[in-house]
């Protein structure tokens, strides 16, 4: 490391009395010794690296700092700090490491994403296996555009949760149906969904064409079919029926608040807190039974902390499921979820929830 003690002697010259194109030199001088050893230094030595470079890539221009991310974006053992800096600096800066650096974390893309904007994250986009901490948080973030981009990212992966706004999103938005079209990814329960989108994008679409008759008789088509269809789902929600009735009763009498959703839950009527919440929450009853008893166990967090309610209501209705959803770790688990679990996000995806479901 002799040559990196010269350099350090030389940058001290440099940073004190040099001009800006005698710094942008020894930083080419060091990033040149850097890349060229990289490959066999310990931490210790990428330290020594991390902070020279960085304390001279804050003091040169905007050209020179982008050809030090494009240098080191490709460098499996960058040193950390400088490669941050350098991806929270302007976009003609961050861009190289943004999509190319393997330095950078799932908690650093988000923070990034999270202090910097569409910009950053559109170059966030184009990473090879984004990862779904980062797809969850560009997608609510992120606005049309970017969930368009990250949408397309073939490599990049969604937790069920993210691919579900995706979807709910893809009812009113027929260019995302297409690019969803393209993924090999989705659940077959969203399969169903989107297809059902897909089909009423397209019936809206031949409406639009038709003469005023033919439109409706098109509308009446569709009618028919939807009886059909509520028809088939009569046995399914008949189990329902005393419990809703009895609910509705409530809710008419002014009494069926949070209060009495936890009782329900806390007591094991499952089937009467299920309409409770489908009710107070106004959602369809085979979504909420989803919410509550399906796979998807952060559901039911996103609807009590959207509907503002306490986590001990929410645990009571965690405690209907079956199987390992109710168990102590995986309660503690949702609880921790739940407290980190913003009120606006929670709103905005029961909003998507609410949109989904009357589309159905």
Same mark, same amino acid.
């Given at each position: 490391?002799? *040559? ?34 990289? &490959? %066999? ?11 020279? $470079?960085?304390?001279?890539?804050? #003091?040169?221009?905007? +050209? &020179? ?21 350098? /991806? ?22 988000? =923070?990034? *994403?999270? #202090? ?7 170059? $966030? ?10 797809? @969850?948080?560009?997608?609510?973030? %992120? ?7 990250? #949408? =397309? ?53 031949? /409406?639009? !064409?038709?003469?005023? &008759? ?20 009569? @046995? ?17 009498? %002014? ?11 806390? !007591?094991? =009527? ?8 489908? $009710? ?6 085979? =979504? ?10 952060? &559901? ?39 407290? !980190? ?12 929830? +609410?949109?989904? @479901?009357?589309?159905?």
């Amino acid at each position: 490391m002799s *040559s990196v003690s010269a350099l350090l002697r030389d940058l001290e010259a440099t940073m004190s009395r040099g001009s800006g194109d005698e710094r942008v030199q020894i930083l080419m001088r060091l990033t040149d010794l850097f890349v060229s050893s990289a &490959a %066999g230094m310990g931490d210790d030595q990428i330290s020594v690296f991390d902070v020279v $470079i960085g304390r001279l890539a804050r #003091a040169i221009e905007t +050209r &020179a700092r982008i050809e030090l991310s494009e240098r080191l974006a490709a460098v499996p053992n960058a040193p950390g700090g400088v490669v941050r800096q350098l /991806a929270l600096d302007e976009i003609a800066v961050a861009r190289p490491v943004l999509v190319g650096s393997p330095v950078l974390s799932d908690q650093d893309l988000v =923070a990034i *994403s999270a #202090a910097k904007g569409r910009d950053h994250m559109l170059a $966030i986009t184009e990473r090879v296996d984004l990862g779904e901490p980062v797809t @969850d948080f560009l997608i609510l973030r %992120g606005g049309r555009v970017v969930t368009h981009a990250v #949408a =397309a990212n073939q490599t990049a992966r969604f937790s069920r949760h993210g691919m579900g706004v995706l979807v709910m999103r893809a009812v009113q938005d027929d260019a995302l149906q297409t690019t969803l079209g393209t993924r090999g990814d989705i659940p077959a329960e969203l399969v169903e969904q989107l297809t059902l989108a897909a089909k009423n994008s397209a019936r809206r679409r031949l /409406a639009a !064409t038709l003469e005023p &008759a033919m439109a409706s008789a098109v509308d009446g088509a569709v009618e028919r079919s939807a009886h059909a269809v509520s028809a088939e789902l009569q @046995d399914d929600l008949g189990k329902f029926s005393a419990a809703l009735a009895e609910i509705k009763r409530l809710h008419d009498a %002014g009494k069926l608040d949070e209060a009495k959703v936890a009782e329900l839950a806390g !007591t094991g =009527a499952t089937e009467h807190a299920i309409c409770a919440v489908a $009710i107070l929450a106004r959602l369809g009853l085979p =979504a909420t039974e989803q919410i509550i008893l399906g796979p998807d166990r952060d &559901a039911v967090l996103l609807v009590g902390r959207g509907l503002g309610w306490s986590w001990e209501t929410t645990r009571a209705l965690i405690g209907l499921r079956k199987g390992d959803g109710k168990s102590a770790p995986a309660v503690e688990r949702a609880r921790q979820s739940f407290r !980190t679990l913003t009120p606006v996000t929670a709103q905005r995806v029961l909003g998507f929830l +609410r949109m989904r @479901d009357g589309a159905q």
